[in-house]
């Protein structure tokens, strides 16, 4: 089988290295000819068979990755199948498939998860588009997803959409899961009594109620640096942690866990907090409380 | 009336000022002798007569309390009456009333609203303990209350531990309210079309539903500092608004935005968070997301 | 002064009583003829004089006031001012105005608050928009707003999407502010020693921290029910508590407190929580411990 | 090896088939005679050789721990060694830890974690205690703990409460990481372009971010009844997850996630909410807004 892959960035190069590596021909453009296998978009096309081609797009969500579905809607033929694997927001689905619907064009999102391990461990992917579209592209997700039973690392999860959507609620799961191994490290961190913060969480790895890959990486984390003292408690986030929120706020579902996680990341990428210094400000005047002058910069 | 005032730090000397001005007699002890109406608890005991004695406790909840209680407790005689108005617990309050009351001495526990401004306005006053003795004691508390009808300024709330507890009811909803108004402050304050944002509060004043003292010391915050450049984000807290949550998890009570409004005072106090060390580093090593390196010092 | 209103609902006819009763004229139009005072939107306008007209239009946000400020544009002449008092999204706003001013139509945009009590109280008034109309306003302004200095209860917030915006704000303030008390009514009710409940919230009417519009209304409520029994713990949400949420989440701005306030309102809807049956099912897996079967129904 | 082990419910029975399937020989001693080896704690200390018992205690914490540990006291001789595995408090750990050495007794407190699981799959074990009694205990935490390397599924953390504590915060992220996964099936369950819920979470455990144990048993659950259609969503908590948050209140750490996943729990078990009955007579006094009379039985 030889398929289109769209976008060599971390996660696109590391997919077209395992789709090779499991006897899938990849030819891969990226706007960086470094990283390219062909010059041009153009070029990328004419080297599948018309009405038989799949090109899967890996790049960076929202305005890049309109503009290479707007391109392939003008290159490809009836009979083709684009693949969208980035980050997209599940809304953008539906419509994007019927588009390409009216041109005979078949649509796929994929939600792809695994990170930098993925290359190594297998992709967990989730699907969304019609049946038989699905179908066909199946040994392209069997290359990619990791070993083991195809229902253990892939799904079809529902129609346009559904593997956006589902990957997105991966993520937001993602930020609780997070959220509360670090709080429980902190609270183990704290503690005088616990001399040994590391190997407590090693000891969780097997047995026990909390064993996961995210603990097992925490581990790791911490046999490179004990003490995680030369990390930042600076945190990022993406696109998936507040759509999640986003949607269930839509949807009337009280989601308390996953909005604290995406708040305190937040909340940890702020200098000085307005809100809280209202209420110093609000202590301040009822009851005469010292507040803390403003530092310098903060 | 006459009654002795233990303790005459910010709100016991500004209590014993509007007991005066409202023709209560007090006698005055203080630790520091500048402020001290007479030279010892004794000669406290000594000023007032035996039986009707009323001694009003105005110091530090805890060793300080249990202190001042001790001694009062071998110089007082029947008929006489404690009441204690200070932060304590109100869990210390029914054995403390059992014990006096082993000695036919009264006790009442007081729970005291009204900060600096209650010189001035009045106290809002909420009693625990037996009715006969609240109803002994009401010309002072109705010195001490604000004018109006009593019943908007003073209650007794129930039996031994009642107005200590409904005082750290009061102090957990004060810690919701006013992080729900820092909450909006910092949505005003971060939105450009706002141009006003100190206006906007004030025009709160009346009329809308969110008008209150709380919103009144905000806006007057706000003209002193009209961005609150002077003040830090560093919230300090007290032990009601801790015991509210620790109550709340004792009957089962679900307190989310009382306890979000505590932990936002706490994380306003943290240099670096663990807890957000502990995600960063997840991140990174899922990811391969690059991470702040930690500033000296954080 | 002579102005059109658009929509006698429940506010917008207690509007123009207040109107009426401060001296500005009101030509009101409803599609309910029974409330309307001419027969249709043109017959409105012209009954004001062209260029010098303020139309208000009070009309449910969304659909129903996209409509009316869709005929308003055919109808209006230059000079003439819209000014849209609906719960809408600060987010429609600027494009409104921007097309009203290719018109040279003016267009503000007014937050109202003060519930079915603002007929009486006068309205908490937040505008967005141009200062030179707002100043041409300012006498309808006044007749709606409370009585006493014109900045507490009236503000030019900012530009368009200004008075919406921090009318949004306010709501989800409200949000906080309300659960926050009705936390503390919890642990009050739950309390075997506090025997007074209503009478302790009365108490806190004057001289406490707390003390606020929304204390007052719910001692009045507990004055008529005392105990609550006549009413149901289903609480409705309505869009600008939503839209505070998904604010700060597009700023990043953490909101621990409006948000758990939100969910809360969620969760008081479900029935059967299909979250919560998930962690009863997850327990029972790993500990075996017994889950109730679902009530039927449920 | 020859130990002794109280308590044979559940938890001890499993124990103790897994210590004697491990070379391990049991006597075990129970208020139930049924499952009991002998009739006595008397007896139980009798068959073990003085100054090198070891007596693994394993009933309801409290009471019942409390009076086991007392008999011992009084039973053992110096040299002997108490392993305390219930669900106590850490607290206290460090005076019980003192009395028993005031006897020349050694005291291990140890959390157990892995349910019905731990039978087969070995239980995750931290211990708190003094160095040299732990590693004479080793035989005994090496026959119960997984099978792999020892610091994976076992760790001495640190002094008395040590194990207590970090089995505490492992019940805590527990509370947090099955929210994280119920509030993520929520969103699924809610959508309706997801028609694979519970393949979708299956595609979850290999190659994804979140998989773990917990999403293998919820798996299970779901290919049990997909819909979760005989299982209510009322849950249980236990000490554990109430400890975690008092915990991090008295060290002054925020713990949003924690807590918000006890709170859920909490508002699971309630029928109608006095707090939300609050916010809606607060909603209908301000705003007219409609309520819902309160249901029969509600």
Known sequence: MRIGLVGLGKMGANMRTR????????????????????????????????????VWVMVPAGGPTRDVLAQLATLLAPGDVVIEGGNTHYVEDAERAATFAEHSIGYLDVGVSGGVWGLENGYGLMVGGDAATVERALPIFDALRPEGPRDEGFVHAGAAGAGHYTKMVHNGIEYGLMQAYAEGYELLDAKDIVTDVPGTLKAWSRGTVVRSWLLELLVKALEEDPELADISDWVEDSGEGRWTVDEAIDAAIPLPVISAALFARFSSRQGASPAMKAVAALRHQFGGHDVRPSSPGA
């Open 19 to 54: 789709l090779r590596a499991h006897d899938v021909e990849v030819v891969g453009f990226d706007r960086n000819p470094d990283v390219s296998d062909v010059a041009s978009l153009d070029d990328l096309v004419a080297a599948l068979p018309a009405g038989q081609r799949f």
